[in-house]
Structure formats: structure tokens, C-alpha cells
């Protein structure tokens, strides 16, 4: 059956790629990422072949169908569509796209794994569909400024300056090999927002981010602040809607945390899966103050939360300053870090609650978007896990 626009929007995305097919060899690829990536299976000369036609929705259920019958056209002609592909490539001038695949080839000898893939991610999802297409030499200083705003429009600044970056490493690389005259990204220090490290510190290199994961678990006290220590960076919720957490919000059978709309800054309720880490967490704490109302009760009354100021007061503790990591910034953390993963903005956001709450309220009454936001969860806690173990890639 064909595939409609409908059909598409509300699959699930699963554990692992799955494909939805619409018909003479086209289907889309859905991969655990929330990357829905258009593939066209064709036979040639006796031999299966695949080619790539986008990426939706940049590219509508409309318009791979119009690729898919050119490139039969072709077939049809005893054209391979691939191999044509290539030498239409090979005809055009050094595009910023091939010169950047080149330069991260060579540089991925020297990169871990991990790191590699990030730098390529980042530059697949934010500058090629941009200007990837254009001749080195035809990107101008406005066009890349543009590129750019629009990560920063996303709320990722610090993304926006790691990409500017990468783009003058291309740019160097281009001018080193004869291909450009200038390196265009230069001329934008400055340009971009400034990240503020005084609003809300987080630490978001992955190094870093192993350090700090460590020294967590590092860390001895009171229960209600070692353990809220521990749920702040897995859950990424405000720590308001941490510290003031009640046993009556949590089904560990079933894994969510539900937190009331009282309790949430939208003052629409919210959800959050809670990733096998976290669970391990809560059935440990549940022994000591499961009796209770609070899961993190004061020293002073379990009739109360722990203070505001506990959780920051602990990682001074640890020896993070106001200016490196305060409590708030689990969230900024898990923000730059899901998005560079290559997860769905918009389910990033949705966990952050940060959805308008018109469009929050209609995603919970539907229920929308659950299982992906289990996976995404599962898969953080995961990164942080290796992170703390020392499986850190250099960025």
C-alpha cells in the first residue's frame, strides 16, 4: 500500500531502523536517531543497487516520488542512476560539501571514532543541506552567517560557534590546497552570540562531562542530596521539579515520572521517562525514604524538600564553581549533547518542556511521541554511563 504524508508523520520509531515502503523500490528509512531518510532500491545490469534521494521532510513524499520515476526514466534508458549521480558530481566545480568530506577524512585518522562521527553530524545536519551543494569559492560570509543563526534560533549557541569553527577548518583546508582564496568563516568571530557562561553554567564537553559524572558518584551525604545528585543529570528536569519530587508522581512498574502541572513553570503537566539508571536509583532511595512524602526530604522535617540552594551547594562541594556547573545546567548539558547526537529537536524540546503549552498539553492528551522519548532517555543515561567510565571521545 502507498505511503501518505499522514502515515508517515505519526510512525513510531523503534529500537532499531526500520523501513516504510511505498512502491517501485522507494521507502523510507526511519532510523532510533529520528532520521527519516529517503532510499530507492533498483536492480542494474543483474545487480541490487541503492541510492539515497534526501531526507524528509526536506524532501516530501511528493518530491521522492518525482526522483524515483526520473531515475526509473534512466533505468529505462540503460542508465545507472548512482553512476550518473557520481559523474554530475565529479562534472561540478570543488563544492564546500566534498572539500569538507575530504578534510574530516583525513582528519578522522587522527579523531576517535566517536569524535569523527560527531563533527560529520554536525555538519550533515546544519551546513550541507545549507550550502554543502555550493562551489567553496561561492560562500559568502552572509550565507554562513545564515547557516548558523539558525542553530543559534534553536537555542544552541555553543553549537553555533563549534560549527564556525569546523567551517574555517574547511575553509583553511580549502585555501592550503589551492581551492579557495579566503576562509569566509573567519570573518564571523564575533558575529554570533556570545554563550553566556554567567546565565546558567553547564559543562558540556564530553571530557568534562565524564569528570563531573564521576565526582557524582563520588560523592557521600545525605541521602536526599546524594541521590538527587545522582537523578538530576539522567531526568534533566528543573531542579524545582526535582527537589520537590513526590513518591505519588512515580510508577516505577511502568517507568514514568508524572509531575502535576502545579509543579511545572508552564503549570501544564509533564512527563519523563525514567531510563533503567534511574529506576536502579529510586529502588534504592525508596528503601530509605519511601514512607515519606518527598523523595529528597530535609534534614531538618520530612515534612519538607531539601532547599534550593542543596544541589549547588553540593557540587561546591565537589569543587565546581557558580561559574563552571550549577544545578540548572543538567539541562543546558543534555540539550547540546541529545542535539549533537542527532536526536529530533522538536522531541528534545518536548522533554525539556520547553513546547508551547497549547502544543504540550495536545501531545500528552494524545500520548504522542512516548516510546521516543523512552529511547531517547535510555540512550542519554547510557552516554553518561560511558562517559563516566572514561569512554570519552575528544571533540
Not at 15 to 21: A, D, F, H, N
Not at 184 to 192: C, H, K, P, S
Request: glycine share 6%; hydrophobic share 40%; net charge positive.
Amino acid at each position: 500500500m502507498p505511503l501518505s504524508d499522514t502515515a508517515i508523520r505519526t510512525a513510531k520509531l523503534g529500537t532499531s531502523p526500520y523501513k516504510l515502503y511505498d512502491g517501485d523500490g522507494l521507502f523510507l528509512l526511519l532510523k532510533p536517531s529520528g532520521s527519516r531518510l529517503w532510499r530507492l532500491k533498483y536492480q542494474f545490469n543483474g545487480r541490487e543497487k541503492l541510492i539515497g534521494l534526501g531526507r524528509y521532510p526536506e524532501v516530501s513524499l511528493k518530491a521522492a516520488r518525482d526522483r524515483r520515476d526520473e531515475a526509473r526514466r534512466l533505468l529505462a534508458t540503460s542508465v545507472d542512476p548512482a553512476e550518473k549521480r557520481k559523474a554530475e558530481r565529479l562534472a561540478l566545480p570543488d563544492t564546500f560539501e566534498a572539500i569538507a568530506r575530504e578534510f574530516l577524512a583525513l582528519k578522522s585518522k587522527s579523531l576517535s571514532a566517536r569524535t569523527s562521527a560527531l563533527k560529520t553530524a554536525r555538519l550533515d545536519s546544519f551546513i550541507f543541506p545549507r550550502i554543502g551543494a555550493q562551489p567553496i569559492t561561492k560562500v559568502t560570509a552572509v550565507q554562513m552567517l545564515s547557516a548558523l543563526r539558525a542553530i543559534e534560533e534553536r537555542g544552541l549557541h555553543e553549537t553555533a560557534h563549534r560549527v564556525r569553527a569546523q567551517c574555517s577548518e574547511v575553509f583553511r583546508y580549502a585555501v592550503a590546497t589551492g581551492r579557495a582564496q579566503h576562509d569566509v568563516a573567519a570573518d564571523l568571530r564575533g558575529a554570533l552570540a556570545p554563550v553566556d557562561v554567567r546565565n546558567r553554567p553547564a559543562i558540556i564537553e564530553p571530557s568534562k562531562i565524564g569528570e563531573l559524572m564521576r565526582a557524582i558518584y563520588g560523592y557521600h551525604g545525605q541521602p536526599s542530596t546524594e541521590y538527587a545528585l545522582k537523578l538530576l543529570p539522567l531526568v534533566f528536569v528543573r531542579p524545582s521539579e526535582l527537589r520537590c519530587a513526590e513518591w505519588a508522581e512515580f510508577d516505577l512498574t511502568s517507568g514514568l515520572w508524572r509531575i502535576p502541572g502545579r509543579r511545572m513553570k508552564m503549570k501544564d503537566p509533564h512527563i519523563v521517562s525514567l531510563a533503567r539508571q534511574s529506576l536502579e536509583l529510586l529502588d534504592s532511595l525508596k528503601l530509605v525514604t519511601g514512607r515519606g512524602r518527598y523523595l529528597f526530604p530535609s534534614l531538618t522535617s520530612e515534612e519538607r524538600p531539601i532547599s534550593d540552594n542543596t544541589l549547588n551547594a553540593a557540587l561546591r562541594r565537589l569543587g565546581y564553581s557558580g561559574d563552571e556547573m550549577v544545578a540548572h545546567g543538567f539541562r543546558s548539558m543534555a540539550s547540546t549533547c541529545l542535539n549533537e547526537q542527532g536526536w529530533a529537536p522538536d522531541l528534545i524540546e518536548l522533554q525539556l518542556a520547553h513546547v508551547d503549552r497549547n502544543e504540550v498539553r495536545a501531545a500528552y492528551n494524545r500520548a504522542q511521541r512516548l516510546s521516543e522519548r523512552i529511547k531517547m532517555m535510555q540512550s542519554w543515561a547510557d552516554s553518561l554511563d560511558s562517559l563516566r567510565v572514561g569512554a570519552v571521545g575528544v571533540r
